[in-house]
């Protein structure tokens, strides 16, 4: 790898773009890195990355662009703006978008890419800012075998876990469909754990009856929404830290959207989306998606 861009330094995208840099570091290579947030860059630059002033200068010469961006209105004004990516990128470049946005964007941005004899994969990640930190994520990659296979190269660089769910934008919907079942998850598990408590049971032994129970699952084993049952998750941080609310109802909205479109039927996808729409207009959008339990408190009644 020669010179690798990577454009936006949020909450996800700057743990990515340091384990890129380690990376390059150590095989010769070099990261530009763009924001329209300063100290995001200055954050990397002060690592050894270099300053790009503009989104023309961050990708001109670049042989790789990753691009972590909040949303698609985002990814299509990056990529495809009269001045976006794809106007100054050259041919043969690949390009790497780890947002997490809606299928058709990505096969809009894969189309035009594909028209300038480029490669373009979507490959939305999960396992949230830790992940990110750790260098442990999951890619879910949409794009052909010959993306895919160039595009591992970089990615493993950031993640634990690479697959290849098939053509451009079936990242995007593996990845809605994962995130839909952690929606409906953390929903139930949320709704069982306070049926529990309001019958006098302790949360932290009902967990453990239930861990090893038939009602076992992610959120029961590794990010217990009731405060003080496990240590180092955002239930025990004032839900601070971890994957925001208002970002689950993001993705569940994508689902319900994809849903439409293929018209499945999704009713737990759909009321998961309106208990935590409800949950964030109370004003708990920044606190992390497992505060959706402090909406079934009987304290927290009116």
Known sequence: MSKVTFIGLGNMGSPMAKNLLN???KEGGSLEVYDLNPTAIDELTALGATRANSLH???DG???VVTMLPAGQHVQSVYL???GVLAHVAKGTLLIDSSTIDPQTARQVAEQATQQDLLFVDAPVSGGVAGAAAGTLTFIVGGSEQGFTQAKNVLQHMGKNIFHAGEAGAGQVAKICNNMMLGILM???CEALNLGIDNGLDPKVLS???LQSSGRNWALELYNP???VMKNVPASNGYQGGFMSQLMEKDLGLAMQAAVASQTSTPMGGVARNLFCLHNRQGNGEKDFSSLFESYLKRLES
């Open 23 to 25: 990376a390059l570091k």
């Open 57 to 59: 200068q961050a990708v």
């Open 62 to 64: 670049a042989s790789i």
């Open 81 to 83: 703006a009269k001045d």
């Open 187 to 189: 929903s139930g598990t």
């Open 208 to 210: 453990d009856i239930m």
């Open 226 to 228: 009731c405060p003080g």
